[in-house]
């Protein structure tokens, strides 16, 4: 198989979910509207704006249910949130406002798995089913699937692409035995453990065994290889990509409190820019919401361009 | 030409020189000794220490003579040094420690050179016997050429590959001229302007036209790309790169005073481990440069892996 860049990406923006997560600094109703809005004058259409799990473990996210009722109606524009279990399903669903997906989650880390959600990995793709039945009551599809720390994990250590190809068509095979089709991947870096050619190796035994499967990375600039590994992933045709304003975000895990965060949404767009792959996004506005970003998080993010302010206005 | 990764690449440290001759705090000579000590016992063999120009003007440099005084004699070191005329040669000569190569810089952009040395590019060119007959009065062969801004000029905006490749042609020409072959080149991006693709097109005329020409990369993370411009580079088989500790230095030109540095020797080092190119460099011990480096310049450095301190000790 040849493949080549794609003439246009979609990126999804999560600064105002996975990125706020982690700031100390809880941003007000808003602040958190101001950004958003921002983001969206940029020209980004996916935005990952709150998560319906429990308030307490997550305080940043705590009032993501008010946050979403004053969302504006954009033309466009799909609202993306995160939630958990059946509870957080069903809130989801309740404010009318979020786009819900039938996707499961699974993490490709035995360790992982334990430490977080208190079960084995087979205990987690044994669960899947209940999953599927959560979404059919809901009148929801289940066509997509996201693998966390498909890459590597601080606990578990390297994963193996052939593994999580293995458990991609474990969960596959449950979802076509409810009668649902498998259509979108995600693969997340979780913790910054990929590099380039495991990107392409991963990515290109996903798209060997399933040609016709949507695949969006979800990449994490931990040790400083997130665009490298972004471009790969174009060099292998993947097209849709999670990111953060300013690189917000951190790696909760492991004790790396000043480790960079998601990849930089701005640094992905000039990447792309530079390129000749389409964004539809205006990275001057962009730029804006970066700097944004910061002020409201009071803390130096740790993105590039925004310093640099990019080449579009030295070209001649 | 199919090319391949290289099994190994050289990793020249320019941070004591290019990276601090920026900042604002001036080293001590015993914190620049302790600074250079720590790059060689993390296995950096090729260090530039000090340059010989006016100390007026860069007043991090004016005790270049000093320092490489003191510098302690390790075997396979070598020490680097700038020179921008016969003055700055002589003295270099002069140290007896500084490994001299008989080596012409040019910069592919008319503005640029205009504006810093007071010439046109044509000019510059046209001086080029000069500095060879200058060598030559001190028995060095020129057999080295540096390209600045070989990527893109703040002054002149993007720069076409096919003049570059033009450029190092009509620089060889009048190298053969006087007996003497390129045998070296470096490409620079000084003011970081250069993307993967770029880097593949210009490298990749360099090697047609020259296929037994060494090339080395010289790379600033301006704009967040520097790794994946390395990357380009390594995956033409260019096995050369400078880079900087923590990612020291900036961008002086056009008033990006914010602007990240050369890219970091730590998180290229990194890089290479992850895709299986040796560097000879102790990952850990660059880790301690890099802490020790920002101590120094007593401000956040930019680079990614020594806040999330790579994966060495988490694989099983």
Same mark, same amino acid.
């Given at each position: 198989? #040849?493949? $080549? /860049?794609?003439? &246009?990406?979609?990126?999804? %923006?999560?600064?105002?979910?996975? =990125? @706020?997560?982690?700031?100390?600094? #809880?941003? $007000? /109703?808003?602040? &958190?509207?101001?950004?958003? %809005?921002?983001?969206?004058?940029? =020209? @980004? ?272």
């Amino acid at each position: 198989m #040849i493949y $080549s /860049l794609p003439h &246009k990406v979609m990126i999804q %923006e999560v600064g105002p979910r996975d =990125g @706020l997560q982690i700031e100390a600094k #809880i941003l $007000s /109703l808003s602040e &958190k509207l101001e950004l958003i %809005e921002s983001l969206m004058d940029a =020209g @980004l259409r996916e935005i990952e704006v709150g998560s319906f799990v429990n308030p307490r473990a997550v305080p940043q996210m705590a009032d993501s249910e008010d946050l979403i009722r004053l969302l504006p109606d954009r033309p466009g524009v799909n609202y993306r949130a995160l939630w958990l279990n059946d509870k957080g399903l069903a809130r989801a669903i309740g404010s009318g406002r979020i786009a819900v997906d039938g996707k499961l989650q699974i993490t490709a880390s035995n360790a992982f798995t334990l430490r977080n959600f208190k079960k084995t990995l087979d205990e987690a793709v044994t669960a899947m089913p209940e999953w599927i039945s959560m979404y059919q009551e809901a009148g929801i599809k289940t066509w997509a699937l996201g693998v966390q720390a498909a890459f590597g994990c601080n606990f578990e250590g390297d994963v193996r692409p052939a593994d999580v190809v293995a458990l991609i068509a474990r969960v596959e095979l449950l979802m076509n035995e409810s009668g649902n089709q498998l259509k979108h991947l995600r693969l997340a870096d979780t913790m910054g453990w990929a590099n380039p050619i495991q990107v392409k190796r991963l990515v290109g035994l996903v798209r060997e065994r399933w040609p016709n499967l949507k695949i969006r990375l979800h990449l994490h600039d931990t040790r400083g290889l997130a665009i490298a590994n972004a471009l790969a992933g174009m060099e292998l045709g993947v097209d849709e990509f999670d990111a953060a304003i300013g690189g917000l975000g951190g790696c909760p895990f492991a004790g790396n409190p000043g480790s960079a965060g998601n990849i930089c949404t701005e640094d992905l767009v000039f990447l792309c820019n530079e390129i000749g792959v389409e964004t539809g996004i205006d990275l001057d506005k962009l730029i804006t919401s970066a700097a944004l970003a910061e002020r409201l998080v009071e803390r130096p993010l740790p993105g590039k361009l925004a310093k640099s302010r990019g080449l579009q206005h030295m070209r001649h």
